[in-house]
């Protein structure tokens, strides 16, 4: 451990070189651990399933955070230790950073496009979820309680990792080995061939559960984030519009949660949600101009549409983009214990919801539906 702090650093969680995370472990679980006797935390004396142990979330950065992986991944710890002092263990990983067989860093340059995609970041994603799984027990994490987070492009990857593990159940039922004979889902064969490929290029495993998602400032229709970009002149501004930059419409419709989903929809096509996640937080600045509100609203009401088991959403009126690396920043600030008193919201599923918060002038307008029975 790092004196300062509760993080223990560039752990390997698969076999190349920038396959390496961040674990930040909660004050209680290292004095357990330090004791090596079980202890029960606040957390157990909820109802949490069958499981024991603390509760883990798993941090999905944005994607231009590789340009300079080891400084720009930091910036991530004051959010990422301010989780953790909350009471969870915080997972922060390194996510298709690499380098090329030049020895060059692999970056998101103009000419180095292709060798960093959005693939890669699922794949290692999926990585990062098995070692979880396979590791946190010994750490005294429940791994029936594993939560993705992300912000951004790091919450559209979120998204896409859990309907692509859905799909893949749906193919297999194909019996599918070539993209040849696709059922249609999307617009185009194109997009269909694009959807069919990312899909298989997870493996096929079920040791990588998530059980919750919490979705901050996400971008989840790219095809309508690449024209909004293009009317006001910001082309490949995002992380995520830059690796489909000069794509063509069917590509972005085959990376997009939401236009996903709404096509599976219409064609009656069912898909276990529950790959999904079974609990689904957003949460968005009503005047966000860098993914606007109606992205996440968007997928919101799809989700209530498919009957998820519970989803929430909390909008901040007042604000543009929620960036939880600052508004995460200072535990004692109001916006900092506001978007804590979120999460835990949807971590602590018997907490009752509480009528006493004074948000004082954060400008928050809460809209609570479930999305299932």
């Known amino acids: 451990m790092s004196g300062g702090d509760t993080c223990a650093r560039d752990i390997r969680y698969g076999p190349l070189q920038w396959h390496r995370l961040d674990l930040f472990v909660p004050e209680a679980a290292m004095q357990s651990i330090a004791r090596e006797e079980p202890e029960r935390s606040r957390w157990q004396s909820r109802r949490h399933g069958d499981g024991c142990g603390w509760p883990v979330i798993v941090v999905c950065p944005g994607y231009r955070w590789v340009n300079n992986a ?22 922060l990983p390194w996510l298709g950073v690499g380098k090329d067989e030049d020895g060059s860093k692999r970056g998101h340059s103009a000419g180095r496009q292709k060798e960093y995609s959005l ?27 594993i939560y993705l ?26 019996s599918l080995q070539t993209d040849q004979r696709l059922v249609p889902i999307l617009s185009s064969q194109e997009a269909d061939r ?18 919750g998602l919490i979705l901050i400032s996400g971008v989840f229709d790219l095809v309508f984030q690449q024209r909004y970009e293009q009317e006001r002149c910001l082309d490949g501004l995002t992380m995520t519009s830059f690796l489909l930059l000069d794509s063509p419409v069917a590509r972005a419709e085959a990376w997009s949660p939401q236009l996903i989903l709404e096509a599976l929809q219409r064609r009656g096509i069912f898909i276990d949600i529950n790959k999904l996640a079974r609990r689904v937080l957003f949460i968005h600045g009503r005047k966000d101009t860098t993914f606007p509100f109606a992205s996440s609203h968007g997928l919101f009401r799809t989700l209530c549409q498919w009957d998820v088991e519970e989803v929430n959403m909390k909008v901040y009126a007042n604000l543009r983009r929620v960036d939880p690396t600052v508004a995460l920043l200072s535990p004692t600030a109001p916006l900092t ?28 307008l809460p809209v609570v539906v479930s999305g299932g029975g």
């Open 70 to 91: 080891t400084d720009q991944m930091r910036l991530y710890n004051p959010m990422a230790q301010n989780l953790c002092n909350d009471g969870y263990f915080v997972i």
């Open 119 to 145: 693939v890669s970041v699922l794949q290692d994603l999926q990585l990062v979820l098995e070692w979880t799984h396979q590791q946190m027990p010994e750490y005294g994490g429940d791994t029936g309680q």
């Open 149 to 174: 987070m992300g912000a951004g492009a790091g919450a559209h990857i979120c998204a896409m990792y859990g309907i692509g593990r859905a799909l893949q159940q749906y193919y297999a039922r194909q």
């Open 194 to 211: 694009e959807l069919w490929s990312w899909c298989m290029a997870l493996r096929d495993t079920g040791a990588a559960e998530v059980k």
């Open 337 to 364: 214990m506001s978007l804590l008193d979120d999460i835990r919201g949807i971590i602590l599923e018997d907490e009752e919801d509480s009528d006493d918060n004074d948000d004082g002038d954060i400008g928050m």
